[in-house]
């Protein structure tokens, strides 16, 4: 396994003169050509597609609010200990996302999406992240595996709906400031967001994926289809550290599917993988998915 790098610190085979930019280039236009090929092509994006856009990811140990991290906040036991707390943690972080635009990743992707469609060919993109960015910059086959911050899912009858309401309820208005001496707003329950579904009223909650919790069922189903089928996949910003989707990418190289990994480190899964172009996902990937000379409209 050769590792590239596009910012011009290589860990090739020789990393002393100039032919590691040769090998840079020498992989990216074989991956171009396994990408001119295929026809089912799956991407699995993670957070450092958010940060792309800016987006904070509350995965990192320093990225606290208030005083707590987010595995302390996004689990069912938190959201049933003190609901109005969770709710201002994830008012927060809907309102900031609201605030964001989809960065060249996401457009890249969505561009790369409605081309090929025209030469019946097919993109997914498994996401694991929950900002709803790759939607808005109009990518159409989306599977949300770690749900999204703009759905939410009734306690009481499990409905799920879209909820894009800036604030979601009135109380939460100018609530959620992460400073780590800002007092809790303690919202009555009966004055968070409730389900408006007929007579149900029931307490809604974000409808992600809390720590401590499996995957939808119905996504998964869906993410297995598609991990089946793919004749190439690419994986994007994802630190592969996280459970069950770090292991969605080495489960197509074992099928001897080629997998090209996009990231600005080396990750856990890196050596699993085909191909690794290292940098920010912003240069590499609008490259490697642009228009190749080879496709046919
Ligand atoms: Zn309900």
Redesign the pocket.
């Known amino acids: 396994m050769v590792f590239h790098s596009w910012s011009g610190v290589s860990l090739s085979v020789c990393g002393l003169c100039c032919c590691s930019f040769y090998y840079i280039f020498l992989d990216m236009s074989e991956f171009r050509e396994l990408f001119s090929k295929a026809k089912h092509i799956a991407i699995i994006t993670g957070a450092g597609v958010s940060a792309e856009s800016g987006v904070p990811t509350f995965r990192g140990k320093n990225e606290k609010w208030r005083k707590w991290l987010s595995q302390d906040l996004a689990t069912p036991e938190a959201f049933s200990r003190d609901p109005s707390r969770v709710w201002e943690f994830y008012h927060y972080r809907r309102e900031l996302v609201m605030n964001k635009k989809p960065s060249a990743v996401h457009l890249a992707l969505a561009e790369c999406e409605a081309r090929l469609k025209k030469q019946g060919r097919s993109v997914v993109i498994i996401t694991q992240c929950i900002d709803d960015l790759h939607r808005q910059a109009g990518s159409k086959h989306v599977l949300n595996v770690h749900g999204s911050l703009m759905e939410t899912r009734?306690?009481?009858?499990?409905?799920v709906s879209v909820n894009k309401r800036s604030p979601i309820c009135a109380p939460l208005k100018n609530k959620g400031d992460p400073g780590p001496d800002v007092p809790d707003a303690q919202i009555p329950v009966d004055k968070l967001p409730r389900?408006?579904?007929r007579e149900?009223?029931?307490l809604?909650r974000p409808n992600v994926v809390f720590f401590g919790e499996t995957l939808d069922s119905h996504i998964l189903t869906k993410v297995e289809k598609e991990i089946e089928t793919c004749d190439l996949c690419l994986v994007v910003g994802a630190s592969s550290i996280v459970y069950p989707a770090a292991m969605f990418g080495p489960r197509i190289a074992s099928r001897g599917v080629p997998v090209a990994e996009f990231n600005i480190h080396t990750t856990p899964k890196s050596e699993y993988f085909m191909y690794h172009f290292q940098g920010p996902c912003g240069t590499t990937l609008p490259q490697a998915l642009a228009q190749h000379e080879s496709e046919v409209f």
């Open positions: 009734c306690m009481s009858c499990g409905h389900c408006a579904e149900c009223n029931g809604l």
